[in-house]
């Protein structure tokens, strides 16, 4: 099945800086999705993306739909402490000729794991 | 809104009980998922209902049951489970119409098998 490369495994950094993740997969797909999981709580949706090449932005988050449509990348500008957490990327795929449908089925990242230092 | 809620938040059960898990959404989504999820991993997808029928297994073992009583609640009956069951179940409803294929989840139930 698809399968998706998430990096970095996880990152510490100090409070201020900035952030990077992204996610590659060998295939193409039709949608990402980026998701922030606190411990205990289920994941939260942060940013949808649909169209290849679209950079959208959620107040310091800003993700990428990557040109190739094989690939996403995640920012987060100017870290804060509420920023940790595990992040995961999501992905839609729509073989052609599928005959059917994927009943919205994603594929996940194994996620990265944020720290921020205060 | 876009609220799943979940209950219990936490369950402890022996191999021999018989529990349910529940999930309710009222955004009038008409797909709706069940996952489980272990520690600092991603959810794995369990099942998948598509306007109240089941549309998805993914190879779960029988001692997990699905249940949509209709479209709103989703529930999740459990027989006889192993202690490596214990996890995190999440569930997630998405809009079936149109393009969207974003996932709402709820805060899941935290399931520990004795």
């Known amino acids: 099945g698809q399968q998706l490369n998430q990096s970095p495994q996880s990152m510490f950094i100090q409070e201020g800086e900035d952030v990077s993740m992204n996610c590659t997969s060998s295939?193409?797909?039709?949608?990402w999705l980026w998701y922030k999981q606190d411990p205990g709580e289920g994941p939260v949706l942060l940013i949808a993306?649909?169209?290849?090449?679209e950079l959208t932005s959620n107040g310091r988050l800003t993700a990428q739909f990557g040109i190739t449509r094989k690939d996403s990348f995640l920012n987060i500008s100017a870290s804060i402490p509420s920023d940790v957490g595990i992040y995961f990327c999501a992905g839609r795929f729509s073989p052609l000729n599928a005959g059917g449908t994927s009943y919205g089925k994603l594929t996940f990242g194994q996620g990265t794991i944020l720290t921020v230092h205060p | 809104d876009t609220e799943v809620t979940q209950t219990p938040k936490h369950l402890v059960m022996g191999m021999t009980n018989k529990k349910s898990l529940k999930c309710e959404q009222h955004?009038?989504?008409?797909?709706m998922y069940w996952y489980k999820q272990k520690a600092k991993k991603p959810p794995e997808l369990m099942f998948v209902?598509?306007?109240?029928?089941?549309?998805i297994n993914e190879s779960v073992p029988s001692r997990f049951s699905p249940e949509c009583p209709n479209s709103s609640l989703l529930n999740l009956h459990l027989h006889a489970l192993q202690p490596e069951d214990s996890a995190l179940y999440l569930c997630?409803?998405?809009?079936?119409?149109?393009?969207?294929?974003?996932?709402?989840f709820g805060p899941g139930t935290r399931l520990t098998v004795t």
């Open positions: 993306l649909y169209k290849a090449g």
């Open positions: 295939s193409i797909f039709n949608t």
């Open positions: 209902y598509s306007y109240e029928k089941l549309s």
């Open positions: 955004m009038g989504h008409r797909a």
């Open positions: 997630a409803s998405r809009q079936h119409s149109g393009d969207s294929y974003e996932q709402y």
